[in-house]
Each structure stands twice: as structure tokens, then as C-alpha cells.
Nanobody, 129 residues
Framework: HVQLVESGGGSVQAGGSLRPSCAAS????????MGWFRQAPGKQREAVAA???????SYAASVKVRFTISEDNAKNTLYLQMSNLNVDDTGVYYC????????????????????????WGQGTQVTVS
């Protein structure tokens, strides 16, 4: 039984930082793509950042330079360091894992994923004002 549990969201002022984390269990963490997605009110869920078992990383253009994805394989935990936050970063942030292992690389996974092909966490709210 795969579980992805996010924590570390919150409310910050513009320019501030947050570091949500995602604890994974029941999953071969190191073998496939994992990453962060977000959904703003009234908008579709979008990919934010992803990493694969080789350490390859991809970011959405809107967060590049400001966000850093990382993993701690020993703890089966994924992180997203978010800096210089702005109001457009507000939304629910979801941790996800590639269920099928069909992605060629993190960028491919971020742009070609289907909702049903991923495991999803319950999400953590990030509010920037």
C-alpha cells in the first residue's frame, strides 16, 4: 500500500520561504520519478518540479531558480525548498510518484503525465500574501 504524506505548508508573506516535505512508504522510492505539483484555486493542477533515481531534475519555468527539489533516500522523503515566494505560488501542493515507471526523464514525466498514472498525496496548503 503506497502512501505519500505531505507536510510543511503554511502561510507566508511575499518574499518568504517554505519547505514542504513528502514522506513515502510502501513504494520503491529510489526507482522512479517523484515530484511536486500544485493546484491554484480555479486552475488545473500543474507540475512544479521532479527528480528521478539518477538525480536528474526538472523545474517548471515559473519556479526555476526560486525552488529546489531534493530527496533523502535514507528517510524516503522528498523536499521542496521554496524561496522568494509570490502570490502566484499560492495553492495546494501535492507530492506524486510515477506509478507506471514509463517516464523517460523528469521533464518528460512533468509534461506527459496522466493523473491516473501517478500516486498522489493528500496535499498541503501554501498561501502567500
Amino acid at each position: 500500500h503506497v502512501q505519500l504524506v505531505e507536510s510543511g505548508g503554511g502561510s507566508v508573506q511575499a518574499g518568504g520561504s517554505l519547505r514542504p516535505s513528502c514522506a513515502a512508504s510502501g513504494y520503491t522510492y529510489s526507482s522512479l520519478c517523484m515530484g511536486w505539483f500544485r493546484q491554484a484555486p480555479g486552475k488545473q493542477r500543474e507540475a512544479v518540479a521532479a527528480i528521478d533515481s539518477d538525480g536528474s531534475i526538472s523545474y517548471a519555468a515559473s519556479v526555476k531558480v526560486r525552488f529546489t527539489i531534493s530527496e533523502d533516500n535514507a528517510k524516503n522523503t522528498l523536499y521542496l525548498q521554496m524561496s522568494n515566494l509570490n502570490v502566484d505560488d499560492t495553492g495546494v501542493y501535492y507530492c506524486a510518484a510515477d506509478r507506471l515507471g514509463s517516464a523517460l526523464n523528469p521533464q518528460h514525466w512533468m509534461t506527459r503525465y496522466r493523473e491516473k498514472d501517478n500516486f498522489w498525496g493528500q496535499g498541503t496548503q501554501v498561501t502567500v500574501s
